[in-house]
């Protein structure tokens, strides 16, 4: 659990109340103008929100066509994450993307390619967890998900 400092500003008039709470300085803001702001720094600890899929479901692949399956998840903490699987097909990988869309929403392939003695379903089991700064995962913090992959002929 770590601790930032946030400086909240409370703007108190006749008519109006403002709060602002943000990991920056802030100016207090109010309908009317305020000659002197209270200022009150506070410390508050922020819990861990683990990471959570987006967007992953079942699907489909051809046999003998390669297949770049895009795994999305999000860390709404922002923390970095790493993707795994315990059951991925022989073959497959997880490949994590060096780019991701912002601060919060990260990517990672399955790359494979089935063979002929995988037509089929598969039942593949995909994780996402949590890093903390020193980049170890954080015990618990961490989201599975369990989707089929079926091999078939192509139509």
Request: glycine share 6%; net charge negative.
């Amino acid at each position: 659990m770590s601790k930032k400092n946030i400086l909240r500003s409370v703007a108190k008039t006749g008519r109006d109340l403002a709060l602002i709470v943000g990991t920056a300085s802030l100016l207090a803001c109010a309908k009317e103008k305020i000659d002197e702001p209270e200022r009150e720094e506070v410390s508050i600890s922020f819990h861990n929100v683990p990471p959570y899929f987006y967007g992953v479901n079942d699907f489909e692949v051809p046999l003998g066509f390669r297949i770049l399956y895009s795994i999305l998840a999000y860390s709404d903490d922002a923390d970095p994450v790493v993707f795994s699987s315990t059951s991925l097909p022989e073959g497959a990988e997880i490949t994590p993307s060096v780019l991701h869309f912002s601060d919060t929403l990260y990517r990672a392939y399955l790359d494979w390619t089935p063979y002929p003695s995988q037509l089929g379903v598969h039942e593949i089991t995909l994780r996402v967890e949590d890093l903390n700064e020193q980049g170890n995962k954080k015990i618990g913090s961490y989201d599975e998900k369990t989707v089929e992959a079926l091999v078939k002929y192509l139509d």
